[in-house]
Each structure stands twice: as structure tokens, then as C-alpha cells.
């Protein structure tokens, strides 16, 4: 009976949505238990969650799972963010006390990063979606607690420790991605060294979380760029 379930079509689609589905419901629970231990810091449960949600991308391509799956989960998360800035349905999630589109712009930027490149180089997608994750959720991280010297661009504040906490993430992730494909090459430096600084500079002038467009989708077209000109 067992081989017959794990030979069935159905449970090679069901078990790696049912994988993806319990990673996130722990991770809405993670949040919860946060915004409980930590009602004074509620960024810090969004930037948790920022970077725990970025990390699916890696399920989704360690499971093969479809182009039209991910774009579909994309449009839904959408819709949810939508909803979610007229009723607080995730108010440990999105109760940071300041005007953001950064759900909304971070599910439209899976769905088209995926709708461009996950059928034939899948790892643009996944290197501007953990980008985006790790830089943006590094950088807020440090630059809150330890963010002693501040620059200003126009009204935006931003401190030199998370800018290079944004820059470090940013590379390390290319890096990681590129060297698992590409091997160890002048290549993969030298676009993980663009990639980190045109997120950085990016991500420095985010408002409204527009860098959680911006950062994802100049990191995935810029990467698959570099590699088309080399």
C-alpha cells in the first residue's frame, strides 16, 4: 500500500506543496511566538519573517515544483497583502507602525522573477528573491541594533553598519548560488560583486518597501545579464 501511494502522480505534486505548507505554517507561528515575547519590536518579527519566507524559493527549486504553482502562490500572496492593508489579518507581520507596500512589491517580484527565468535558469530567480531575504533582512537587523554611523538621502535614514550588512548578504548569496552551478571562477566573483553593489545602493534608496521590488528584480535580470555579456 505505501508503494503505491509514494508511485502515485499525486503524491510526487502533494508532498512538496505539503513540505512548503508546513515550513510557512511554522514560520506564521514563529512570528506569532515573537510578536508575543517581543511586542515592543515588531520589526524585528517582520525581518524574521521577510528572510523565512524568502527561503521557500529554495524549496520550490530543490523540488522541482512549477513555474505555474509558484506564479499562482505569487498572485494569492498579492491578493493577500492587498486585503491585509484594509484588515489586519497578519498584524504580527505587518504592524511595523509605518506606511509599506513591501508585501505586495515582494510577492509581485517572485511572480515575475519566476514567470522569467524559472523554466530555463531558475538560479536568477533565486538569487534576487535571497537577496532580497537575507540583504534587506540583515540590513535592517544590524542597522537597528547596531547602526551607529547614519548617512541621509533626502528624508531617508540609513546607517553604514546595515548598508554593509545589506552589501555582505548580497554577495555572499550570489556567490553561493553561482558557485553550486558555475564552479569557482573570475565570473561568479566579479558578478557577485556588481550584484551586491547595485542591491546596496538600491536598497538604500527603498520608501514605501519599493527595494523589495527593486533589489529583486535588478539582482535577477542584472546576474542573468552579466552571464549572457561574459
Known amino acids: 500500500m505505501l508503494l503505491l501511494i509514494l508511485d502515485n502522480p499525486m503524491f510526487d505534486f502533494a508532498y512538496p506543496l505539503g513540505a512548503v505548507f508546513l515550513y510557512l505554517g511554522l514560520l506564521v507561528a514563529i512570528a506569532d511566538i515573537l510578536s508575543s515575547l517581543l511586542p515592543n519590536d515588531p520589526e ?26 509558484i506564479v499562482s502562490a505569487a498572485i494569492i500572496a498579492g491578493a493577500i497583502a492587498i486585503i491585509s492593508y484594509m484588515i489586519p489579518i497578519l498584524p504580527s507581520i505587518e504592524s511595523v507602525g509605518r506606511k509599506s507596500f513591501g508585501t505586495l512589491f515582494y510577492a509581485i517580484s517572485i511572480g515575475v522573477l519566476t514567470a522569467c527565468f524559472w523554466q530555463n535558469s531558475p538560479q536568477y530567480t533565486v538569487i534576487g528573491i535571497l537577496i532580497m531575504a537575507w540583504g534587506d533582512g540583515m540590513a535592517a537587523i544590524i542597522g537597528q541594533r547596531f547602526g551607529q554611523h547614519t548617512y541621509q538621502i533626502g528624508q531617508i535614514t540609513k546607517s553604514w553598519e546595515g548598508s554593509l550588512a545589506m552589501a555582505v548578504a548580497s554577495f555572499m548569496v550570489t556567490e553561493l548560488v553561482l558557485l553550486f552551478l558555475e564552479g569557482i571562477t573570475w565570473q561568479v566573483l566579479f558578478v557577485s560583486l556588481i550584484i551586491a553593489l547595485i542591491s546596496t545602493i538600491l536598497e538604500a534608496f527603498s520608501k514605501f518597501g519599493i527595494d523589495n521590488l527593486t533589489v529583486p528584480l535588478s539582482s535577477g535580470f542584472i546576474c542573468f545579464l552579466c552571464f549572457q555579456a561574459l
Do not use: C, P, Y
Open 44 to 69: 524585528l518579527t517582520r525581518k524574521v519573517v521577510h528572510i523565512g519566507s524568502g527561503n521557500v524559493i529554495l524549496l520550490a527549486w530543490w523540488f522541482n515544483i512549477s513555474q505555474e504553482v
